[in-house]
């Protein structure tokens, strides 16, 4: 019965620095008794304690100064780099570990690769995730721990930021964000595929599915001499998304950013759809055989005249694309942009 | 219908500004925590004792309280004084006070008679 109180007592005061505890908890035990009658039965007690309220909340209002990490002051700064933070270093592990895994592989069998890679992966990104959560955290406690200590010159509304211009288009932080991540998470898996010349069509042959009979594609040399640029033009791509995401809306300078990196795939896409001997002989083989083509030459035609047709009809879609971007740059809306 | 919490919560922004000028105002005689508790109530204040006998501490902390243990009864108490300086407080924060409430006072009727 008599135990209540001690307890409650001692919740509170060992929450309390201890130059403060015994002082606290001889008044806090006075209090308590004046609070209750003669012969108190544990009812009386509880009532009493209750009445006292939680034992964290009344050790803060024996506290003398307020205690937090961060100030409400600093929070919405706090908020923003941190997101950003975590974004950049999500996406910068992510593309790390998965090229590392991808190109070195210690397991030896698909399923084990699949999980080696998926794992590891996870990994990576939570414990990044992690570090840069502490290491944020950190830094703008220590900015507002010491920030409010060395008192610096009073604001000014001189030092107000500059609004930003009127009558521009914005381009979405997060659509850039995106942007960089699936052209680097994409480009790296598909950049290792080709050196491997891992690409396989599937087609069902007598009754199975069989992955290309294990021919790939693609021919070999072909390939290899190809991927340099290939890699090339996924940096551009990731460059562009770069530039757009630092400069927030459109200009001239995104627009060129935005035009060459358009230009550069594209160019590309024809230049490889129009590479001789692109395809694997032994594919074509295979290929013919199955569908009962009258011959490769035939069939090889085909697929490049349907190859050439997409990719006409995605760079007329570059096109349009190009234009309508530069005629939005050099004619913005009137409608200003909040 | 207005928010009951939000009114609630509303009405204790108000009173807390208060609590210190109502406890200042008790403490020309000794008290310990219980009785300026009851006192207090006694008057119609209300103020917790979860929130009561921690202010006393930082009263005295702040050197507007003094303080005394009282071990002549079976029971130990801890009685409250205003010292010198809590005595000047009160009396800057009475003046405040009653500026507060002529204000208010003006601006609340002048807002009923437009």
Known sequence: MKDLIERYVYDVTRRLPENTRAEVAK??????????????????IVKVLT????????????????????????????????????????AISLVFTLIETLTDPQATTVIGMIAEVFGTTFSEVISS?????????????????????????????????????????????????????????????????????????????????????????FNDAVILAFLPVYVASVVVTIADHAVKLKVGHWNVATAVSHTIEHLFSIVLMIVFVNTPNLLNAAFLDHAAAFFESPSTTVLAEGIASAATGIVTFIAIFVVIDLIVTWVRVFRPSRRSVK | M???????????????????????????????????????????????????????????????LKSEWDTTENRPRKYYLLSDAGTEMYDQLKLEWNTIVKELDHLIEGAKTK
């Not at chain 2, 009951?4 to 020309?28: D, P, W, Y």
Request: charge should be negative.
């Open chain 1, 27 to 44: 008044e806090l035990n006075a209090n308590i008794g004046d609070m209750l009658p003669e012969q108190p039965a544990e009812a009386d």
């Open chain 1, 51 to 90: 009445t006292l309220g939680e034992p964290r909340e009344l050790a803060a209002g024996y506290r003398t100064t307020q205690r937090y990490l961060i100030s409400p002051k600093w929070m919405d700064e706090y908020l923003m780099v941190l997101k950003i933070v975590l974004i950049v270093l999500a």
């Open chain 1, 129 to 217: 995730l992690f570090h840069g959560f502490t290491l944020v955290t950190l830094i703008f406690v220590a900015i507002d721990h010491y920030g409010s200590k060395c008192d610096k010159e009073p604001w000014s509304p001189k030092s107000l930021p500059e609004l930003p211009k009127d009558n521009v288009r914005k381009i979405s932080r997060t659509e850039s964000i995106i942007g960089m991540m699936m052209a680097t998470i994409f480009g790296a898996i598909f950049a290792y595929l080709l050196l491997n010349n891992q690409l396989y069509i599937a087609w069902f042959d007598e009754g199975t599915w069989n992955i290309g009979a294990g021919i790939p594609l």
């Open chain 2, 2 to 64: 207005i928010d009951k919490t939000l009114l609630e919560n509303m009405i204790g922004e108000l009173r807390r500004g208060t609590q210190i000028l109502a406890v200042l105002s008790q403490l020309a005689d000794n008290q310990y925590g219980y009785s300026l508790l009851q006192r207090l109530e006694e008057k119609g204040v209300s103020i917790e004792a979860g929130t009561l006998y921690p202010l006393l501490r930082r009263l005295e902390s702040q050197g507007l």
